[in-house]
C-alpha cells in the first residue's frame, strides 16, 4: 500500500472501530463473558489507530504548509547522532 494513502485507512478504520464498538455497547446490553468486553477492546483499538492516522495528516500537511521546517526534521532523522 503506498504511504500517501495509508493514514486515511487507517484514520477512516480505526473511525469505523470506534462507531462500532459504540453501537456494540448499545445493541448487546445483557452480554457476558467475552461480548461483554469486546466493545471497549474495539473502542480503545479504534482509538489509537485514528490517532495515529489523524496524527500522521496532520504531520504531513504542517510539513507542507512549512517547508524550512520539514528540511530540518529530515535532518533530524537522518542525523547520524540519532540512529541506535
Do not use: V, W
Amino acid at each position: 500500500m503506498s504511504k500517501t494513502i495509508l493514514p486515511y485507512f487507517l484514520t477512516i478504520g480505526g473511525f469505523g472501530l470506534l462507531i462500532c464498538g459504540l453501537y456494540f455497547i448499545q445493541a448487546f446490553e445483557a452480554s457476558q463473558g467475552m461480548l461483554q468486553a469486546l466493545p471497549y477492546i474495539c473502542i480503545g483499538i479504534g482509538c489509537g489507530i485514528f490517532g495515529h492516522g489523524a496524527g500522521e495528516l496532520i504531520s504531513r500537511l504542517a510539513m507542507k504548509n512549512n517547508p524550512a521546517a520539514a528540511k530540518q526534521l529530515e535532518i533530524e532523522q537522518k542525523d547520524e547522532r540519532n540512529l541506535e
